[in-house]
């Protein structure tokens, strides 16, 4: 059984791009949750994917934005990047909203 | 918007040594969860507490939810370097999960 994994591991982007980070969830798993994780603070739900579909969004704007794919990995993209955009991303792979398994992070530097 | 807060920010303790740090909210929990954050991983899952007045142990460390879900504790006993970390609580309440800022706690050999 593979867990969660994440890519790119390390990302430069300058304001104004866009950004595409990639999760592939754990077998089993219909569920993926992405956060977003400032330097010193805990994770900060973005949103959550369940088959395919958003199931719950955090306070975030709509530049962020994902998918889910039939194999119930996904996409978390952010477009006209911010400086402040800079932390790690972590998304988590579940059964609904059962225990959460969580990658290691994409961190995202914004220059 | 509930917020959980989390004390200490920091603790820096000697390898054998006891702490406790604590998790708070102005409302109540429908549930916490307790995750440990190593560096360049993301969290992971301790315990899930539920019932007011709980008590739930793993190994040496123990959880303590309150009696009125407003708050809850991790005790760790005789703290080993291995427990160095990131420690988070976390809510989930409809459709949403909130996660406090975190106790960072360093054990020294």
């Known amino acids: 059984e593979t867990g969660v994994t994440q890519s790119p591991t390390h990302l430069i982007k300058t304001r104004g791009q866009q950004v595409t980070l990639r999760c592939s969830s754990q077998?089993?798993?219909?569920?993926v949750s992405w956060y977003q994780q400032a330097l010193g603070q805990g994770p900060q739900f973005i949103f959550q994917?369940?088959?395919?579909?958003?199931?719950g969004r955090g306070n975030f704007p709509p530049r962020f934005s994902g998918l889910q794919f039939p194999n119930y990995s996904s996409e978390l993209n952010v477009n006209a990047l911010e400086l402040d955009d800079s932390a790690l991303y972590l998304c988590?792979?579940?059964?609904?909203?059962?225990?959460?398994?969580f990658g290691p992070g994409t961190r995202l530097t914004v220059t | 918007t509930q917020l959980l807060e989390q004390s200490p920010q920091f603790l820096s303790i000697q390898e054998g040594e006891n702490l406790t740090v604590y998790c708070n909210s102005s409302?109540?929990?429908?549930?916490l969860q307790w995750y440990r954050q190593e560096p360049g991983e993301g969290p992971v899952l301790l315990v899930t507490?539920?019932?007011?007045?709980e008590v739930k142990k793993l190994k040496r460390l123990t959880f303590q939810f309150g009696d009125a879900r407003k708050d809850s504790s991790l005790h760790i006993t005789a703290a080993q370097p291995g427990d160095t970390g990131l420690y988070l609580c976390?809510?989930?309440?409809?459709?949403?999960?909130?996660f406090g800022a975190g106790t960072r706690l360093t054990v020294k050999p």
């Open positions: 988590a792979s579940s059964s609904g909203w059962d225990e959460q398994y």
């Open positions: 077998s089993g798993h219909n569920t």
């Open positions: 994917y369940y088959r395919e579909e958003e199931n």
């Open positions: 409302s109540v929990f429908s549930s």
């Open positions: 507490v539920v019932t007011g007045g």
């Open positions: 976390a809510e989930y309440n409809n459709n949403d999960m909130r």
